[in-house]
């Protein structure tokens, strides 16, 4: 029996973090459970930074980019000591069950600290980077590729007006969800991501060919985890090579607007779905899980799996920026 649980957001922030706390807090409360807030994800639990809630907590915040809990990510809760302080702190305050809404680092601390402590903890999948195994899309994916497209919609019109080369570096540490799919969304001439190995020679040969051919722009999208790094390292090699010597090329880095903003509707129905569906599966006795969703159905998965194996990206999907460009 569960009479109170704490919410917290970990790792970097993704629209549609306040819809699933928004989601936690309601659907704990109307099962009679009391609900708080735990502030600065581990950081916030090892100092106490513990918040009561209530329905009207999260009201009009369904609709806001950021976490209203504040995000953080501590290297003090890598410490066995660091994660016995988080646990006494619970303790103390009688939380008996967590919902963590974050990424791979958070969920890797998470099952740990299960195995040490034993309070019962369920995951929400929030990231930008769609990384996770078991769920088919992460909450605040779908803003963040559509805020990459919008950006490449704009960054074409003033390449083509000049004639220019664009590196358009997005986000994606280890992972190339977004740089794929906003290079087909977006119409990039070519796309660059840390799954595949991006042989230079080949790229060079391609831009080359690309720009000589037409009158017109090239955009090539990089996953800031590409192997060769971003985007400016990738501008380092071209302009040392004589035979871009006439090309006009620009750099640009996407980065954290890529994080911010109001969520889609897609992701805020995903963010409502899944933070109701993991207190639902707290108070089923399930923990050191994700819950995810695959085929729309709503799917569990041990955390373990969630950050230890990787997610593999849909290779069609690379043949075809292929094909299309
Ligand atoms: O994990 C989400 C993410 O946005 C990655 O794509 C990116 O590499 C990283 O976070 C950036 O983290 P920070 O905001 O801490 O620099």
Request: charged residues 25%; proline residues 2%.
């Amino acid at each position: 029996m569960l009479n109170r649980i704490g919410i917290y957001t970990s790792g970097g922030d993704a629209p549609g973090m306040n819809a699933c706390v928004r989601a936690v807090a309601r659907t704990a409360l109307a099962n009679d459970i009391d609900i708080v807030g735990i502030r600065r994800g581990y950081s916030g639990m090892i100092d106490g930074d513990i918040v009561e809630m209530d329905g009207r907590s999260v009201s009009n915040i369904l609709q806001t980019g950021g976490t209203i809990l504040k995000s953080a990510r501590s290297t003090r809760f890598r410490t066995e000591e660091g994660r016995a302080k988080a646990a006494q702190q619970l303790r103390a305050m009688d939380i008996d069950g967590l919902i963590a809404i974050g990424g791979d680092g958070t969920f890797e601390g998470a099952s740990i600290f299960y195995d040490e402590h034993s309070i019962p903890i369920v995951g929400c999948p929030g990231t930008i980077d769609n990384d996770l195994l078991g769920t088919e899309e992460t909450i605040g994916y779908d803003t963040a590729l559509n805020t990459a497209v919008q950006n490449i919609d704009r960054i074409r019109d003033t390449a083509d007006a000049h004639n220019r080369l664009f590196l358009v570096e997005v986000m994606g540490r280890d992972s190339g969800f977004i740089a794929l799919n906003c290079g087909i969304g977006g119409g990039a001439e070519l796309v660059l991501i840390p799954e595949t190995f991006t042989d230079m020679g080949e790229i060079k040969e391609r831009i080359l060919s690309l720009m000589s051919s037409q009158s017109r722009s090239s955009i090539v999208v990089i996953a800031e985890g590409d192997e060769h790094g971003g985007a400016a390292h990738i501008e380092q090699i071209l302009r040392a090579d004589d035979a871009f010597a006439d090309i006009d090329l620009r750099v640009c880095i996407l980065g954290h607007t890529q994080r911010g903003g109001s969520p889609s509707a897609r992701d805020r129905v995903l963010a409502s779905r899944l933070g109701s569906a993991a207190v639902e599966a707290l108070l089923e006795g399930h923990s050191a899980v994700m819950v995810g969703l695959m085929n729309g159905d709503i799917k569990l998965t041990p955390m373990r799996n969630v950050w230890s194996r990787k997610k593999n990206i849909n290779y069609d999907l690379l043949k075809l920026t292929q094909l299309l460009s």
